[in-house]
């Protein structure tokens, strides 16, 4: 099972990015998909979730969509309106069973992405 996230790179503040991340394996359509992120300095920190439903951390509400293509096996994270403090790596992660009320715990998903970096500049 590998996860292969893409799309980071450096935007201007206000700018947009989309991240993709292919998964390969096994078929992801049932599976939790999401994104978490790492700043330089801190914890990693939940963005974004999708099954059935889309969660997202409170930060990126209204600017960030997540969405996925189950025939391609990849899951998008649009963002819009940048902020410099969305500079991070980007994780791509999935699970097969993931506690609802525990959908922003990193420890839940089995499967991680190799990152994707984006940097947003004043």
């Known amino acids: 099972v590998q996860l292969q996230a893409s799309g980071g790179g450096l935007v201007q503040a206000g700018g947009s990015l989309r991240l993709s991340c292919a998964a390969s394996g096994r078929t992801f359509s049932t599976y939790v998909m999401g994104w978490f992120r790492q700043a330089p300095g801190k914890e990693r920190e939940f963005v974004a979730v999708i099954r059935r439903t889309k969660h997202y951390a409170d930060s990126v509400k209204g600017r960030f969509t997540i969405s996925r293509d189950n025939a391609a096996n990849t899951v998008y994270l649009q963002m819009n309106s940048l902020k410099p403090e969305d500079t991070a790596v980007y994780y791509c992660?999935?699970?097969?069973?993931?506690?609802?009320?525990?959908?922003?715990?990193?420890?839940?998903?089995?499967?991680w992405g190799q990152g994707t970096l984006v940097t947003v500049s004043r």
């Open positions: 992660v999935a699970d097969a069973a993931v506690i609802y009320s525990a959908y922003g715990d990193p420890r839940q998903y089995d499967y």
